[in-house]
C-alpha cells in the first residue's frame, strides 16, 4: 500500500460526457502528479501540482484540467470524452516537488464507450 | 526535446536467464530512477542512482548509472516468475528537475 488513495478505481462513461478522478496524495506528501497509461504504453505526464500551486505541465490536453486543494488531494477534470481517452490514469505524490521518488496510487480505469 | 530512450521494448526468457534493461538521455541528467509495474498493477519506485559511475545492487537486480550521467541499466541475474512486469526508468533533468520516463521494458517469461 503505497498510502496514496485515488477514486473510483473504475469508470465507464459515453463520449462527449465529462469525469472527475480523485487523488488523496500520501500523509505529508506536498507534490502531486498525474500521469495517462493507455493500454500496454508508457507513463505519459500530464501535471503537477506543488502545495497547492501548478508546478509543471506535460502533455495535457485543453479538455483536461487539475487542481490541487488546500488539504492537498487533487482533481483532474476530464470534459468531452472521446474513446481514445480510455485510459489508465495514475496519480503519484512525493515529499519533495523536485528530487525524492514517487509513491503511486492503484489508478483510475477510465472506458470511453 | 529532452527524451531518455529505453530499450528494448520487450524482452523474452527463460526462467533462469539474464535480464537487462537499457535507459539512453539526449542530456545529461541529475538522478534517474527505476520503477516496476507488475501487469495490472500501478508503478513501484525501486531505486535512485545520483552519482557518476554509481552501481547499486539489490538482491538478484544489479543497477548502474553511466560516467557521464546520460545512461543507465538495470540487470536481473536468474529471472523469476516474480520478475515479470514492465520496468522503467525516470531520469530527473539538471535544467528543471522534471522526471522524464523512458518508454518502459516488458520482461516476459517464456512458459
Known amino acids: 500500500d503505497s498510502g496514496v488513495t485515488q477514486t473510483p478505481k473504475h469508470l465507464i462513461t459515453a463520449t462527449g460526457q465529462r469525469v472527475t478522478l480523485r487523488c488523496s496524495p500520501r500523509?505529508?506528501?506536498?507534490?502531486v502528479y498525474w500521469y495517462q497509461q493507455s493500454l500496454d504504453q508508457g507513463l505519459q505526464f500530464l501535471i503537477q501540482y506543488y502545495n497547492g500551486e501548478e508546478r509543471a505541465k506535460g502533455n495535457i490536453l485543453e479538455r483536461f484540467s487539475a487542481q490541487q486543494f488546500p488539504d492537498l488531494h487533487s482533481e483532474l477534470n476530464l470534459s468531452s470524452l472521446e474513446l481514445g481517452d480510455s485510459a489508465l490514469y495514475f496519480c503519484?505524490?512525493?515529499?519533495?516537488?523536485?528530487?525524492?521518488?514517487?509513491?503511486f496510487g492503484e489508478g483510475s480505469r477510465l472506458t470511453v464507450l | 526535446g529532452q527524451q531518455v530512450m529505453q530499450i528494448p521494448q520487450y524482452q523474452h526468457v527463460q526462467e533462469g536467464e539474464d535480464f537487462t534493461t537499457y535507459c539512453n538521455s539526449s542530456t545529461t541528467l541529475s538522478n534517474i530512477q527505476w520503477y516496476k509495474q507488475r501487469p495490472g498493477g500501478h508503478p513501484v519506485f525501486l531505486i535512485q542512482l545520483v552519482k557518476s559511475g554509481e552501481v547499486k545492487k539489490q538482491k538478484r537486480l544489479t543497477f548502474q548509472f553511466g560516467e557521464a550521467k546520460k545512461n543507465s541499466s538495470l540487470h536481473i541475474t536468474a529471472t523469476q516468475t516474480t520478475d515479470v512486469g514492465t520496468y522503467f526508468c525516470?531520469?530527473?533533468?539538471?535544467?528543471?528537475?522534471?522526471?522524464?520516463w523512458g518508454a518502459g521494458t516488458k520482461l516476459i517469461i517464456k512458459p
Open positions: 500523509s505529508g506528501d506536498l507534490s
Open positions: 525516470a531520469g530527473r533533468v539538471d535544467s528543471n528537475y522534471q522526471l522524464i
Open positions: 503519484a505524490s512525493s515529499d519533495r516537488p523536485n528530487t525524492g521518488e514517487l509513491f
